[in-house]
């Protein structure tokens, strides 16, 4: 009987030193950066082993607000606005007839900020896909959600491979498993990464941010609501400054 206790509490030892041995620490995070969870040095992305004090670690994604898509303090602010110029209905006066009304009424929290969470631009009179939700009427970054992942490993990979695909090719045939226009890569890219912080890299046919370009167009939403409210009662309204 002794010896039996003997055993199990030597095999239960063995198990606990095991366990303990493999349990190792989470990477840590400051902001974006991943640091060693030991060490706190600096680590490449999906870095499973510190290259300063030599430990091994766990990979472990985070999560953050979104800082693309519409929050509620937008939203109440285009409220307000539009309630304060009592403006219902087409066609928008000035300097808001560059924004169908659709856009307006389409702002919601955690939408698109290009189409206003409607899905589509208008442009010439024809309805175009939204070039940063392209047509899915979510936020590209979050997915709607107001959080997006950052330090994961599958999307970052499958950016990385279609970024690398792309590089390589050299004729038409290189480009065979991949769409070979331009619009059609970027919706690939945008069904992979929707949700994650990697998507802030995508960029337009002209090379420009994809997400910048959406909050550089509620920037010109608000603006233009100040001056229309300006316009009607000889001063701005006493509002919050946009959102950045």
């Not at 039996?4 to 902001?31: I, K, M, Y």
């Not at 370009?213 to 946009?242: C, H, I």
């Amino acid at each position: 009987m002794k010896w039996f206790v003997f055993t199990v509490a030597c095999v239960a030892a063995l198990v606990t030193l095991g366990v303990l041995a493999v349990d190792e620490r989470d990477v840590a995070w400051e902001g974006r950066t991943p640091l060693c969870g030991y060490c706190r040095a600096e680590l490449r992305p999906f870095a499973v082993v510190c290259p300063d004090c030599d430990r091994s670690l766990d990979w472990l994604s985070r999560s953050e607000e979104c800082r693309h898509c519409l929050d509620k303090r937008d939203v109440e602010l285009m409220t307000d606005l539009m309630e304060a110029l009592r403006v219902k209905a087409e066609p928008l006066p000035g300097a808001l007839s560059a924004f169908p009304m659709a856009y307006f009424k389409g702002m919601t929290e955690g939408a698109c900020t290009y189409c206003g969470g409607i899905g589509h631009v208008l442009e010439a009179g024809a309805k175009l896909d939204c070039p940063v939700c392209l047509g899915t009427e979510k936020c590209l970054a979050c997915a709607g959600d107001r959080g997006v992942v950052i330090g994961d490993e599958g999307a970052a990979r499958r950016l990385a491979s279609w970024r690398e695909a792309l590089e390589r090719a050299e004729t038409r045939s290189d480009l065979t498993g991949l769409p070979v226009e331009y619009a059609g890569m970027l919706r690939e890219a945008v069904r992979d990464l929707r949700g994650h912080a990697e998507a802030e890299s995508l960029k337009d046919a002209h090379g420009r941010g994809l997400l910048d370009r959406a909050r550089e167009k509620v920037s010109r939403a608000f603006a233009a609501l100040r001056e229309e409210y300006a316009k009607a009662n000889g001063a701005p309204p006493p509002l919050a400054d946009e959102p950045g």
